[in-house]
């Protein structure tokens, strides 16, 4: 077992007092109508219902939505990218083309030293959406036939380690360094088997799991009447991403001036990055908080979430007052470069954008 296994195994970060919270798996329509009139409020506030559009205003639409993850990484620096896992990507041609298109990836993983398994995912997406582990080029044929055509796709280095994290940063555009205004751990669920139960059961029967099992049945409906051996674990979910099933824990308590001046300086690496989250991924607790060892596998700008809200141990009312607090930096740092010159994006552009968004990821291949 690695070390950040064994140390978040003995620790209450693994061992909440809830399995969830009682608002965890609440329809995202009620669970944010709040959220969206407080955002409706401080549009008001600040005359500009599209002010966070320029929160980060070198990003497209600040990264409220629709941003690429390839002009996200290659808009890093030299030295920046050095903390990015490694990846390559194309543009899927017409289906006539599959072949052509796994063969023009391969080559491309192979030069730049990539060996399965690999992380296929697509360009633009939120929430995990089409994510999957492939492990041979027969898997990712098989993921390339399923992506859209026209759409970008990433193959990217598989970090092997236990520990994922996702760090929440933000910098005024006044201020001399940034905070970390969040860091949360995701914890992958998995079952054990018995030797009798089959894998729908023992999903069903799993006090979290089960609380949410449309999250799992789907992605192993190949395989809900197989019998794991007893003692043979089974993981659920590969993607970690809290409406894909990843579970989280609250790791605002880890958070240290080393990893907090890290996250500044490589925050830093990206022109006009203010406001946003890295998810990581690390296979030490110690060497996470000296602010070394880890590697950044996405960032994304103002769509992102602090995650640390989905804590089974969480309170609504502490959920709600950080969202809104997340929101206002949101706007405030809008407001700060509106008064440096810089302008809003428009309504129909963000709408079409957001919808863009919302059509691929109807189109993406299942997330695992």
Not at 183 to 211: C, H, N, W, Y
Not at 253 to 258: E, G, K, Q, R, V
Not at 295 to 319: C, K, R, V, Y
Not at 321 to 337: T, Y
Request: hydrophobic content about 40%.
């Amino acid at each position: 077992m690695s070390d950040v296994a064994e140390t978040l195994r003995h620790s209450d970060l693994a061992s909440p007092q809830r399995v969830a919270s009682p608002f965890e798996f609440w329809p995202a329509a009620l669970f944010y109508a709040p959220v969206a009139a407080y955002w409706a409020w401080q549009a008001l506030r600040y005359r500009s219902i599209t002010l966070p559009s320029i929160a980060n205003p070198l990003m497209e639409y600040g990264g409220l939505c629709g941003e690429s993850k390839i002009d996200l990484f290659e808009s890093m620096s030299p030295e920046g990218r050095k903390w990015l896992a490694p990846y390559v990507s194309i543009e899927r041609g017409p289906s006539a083309r599959l072949a052509e298109d796994l063969a023009r990836l391969l080559a491309l993983a192979e030069e730049a030293g990539l060996a399965f398994p690999l992380v296929a995912k697509p360009d633009i997406g939120c929430h995990g959406a089409g994510v999957q582990l492939v492990h041979d080029s027969d898997e990712l044929r098989r993921y390339l036939a399923a992506f859209p055509s026209g759409a970008r796709v990433l193959l990217q280095f598989l970090v092997k380690c236990e520990g994922e994290a996702g760090i929440f940063y933000v910098r005024r555009p006044a201020e001399r360094t940034g905070q970390i205004f969040s860091m949360t751990l995701k914890f992958f669920p998995q079952v054990t088997g018995d030797g009798t139960s089959t894998l729908k059961k023992l999903i069903l029967e799993d006090p979290r799991a089960g609380r949410a099992p449309h999250l799992y049945l789907g992605r192993h409906a190949a395989r809900l009447n197989w019998v794991p051996a007893r003692g043979e674990r089974v993981r659920l979910v590969f993607a970690g991403n809290h409406c894909k099933g990843a579970a989280f824990r609250d790791g605002r308590d880890l958070i240290t001036p080393a990893l907090t001046e890290r996250v500044d300086w490589l925050a830093r690496t990206i022109p006009g990055f203010h406001f946003g989250r890295f998810d990581v991924r690390f296979s030490s607790l110690a060497e996470l908080r000296a602010g070394h060892g880890f590697t950044a596998i996405e960032f994304n700008g103002g769509g992102s979430e602090a995650i640390h809200i989905w804590d089974p141990d969480m309170q609504l009312t502490q959920a709600y007052r950080d969202l809104f607090r997340q929101v206002h930096l949101l706007f405030e740092i809008g407001a700060s470069h509106r008064a440096r010159g810089y302008v809003p994006d428009s309504i129909p552009a963000l709408a079409r954008s957001w919808l863009h968004e919302r059509m691929l990821k109807h189109s993406y291949p299942m997330t695992q």
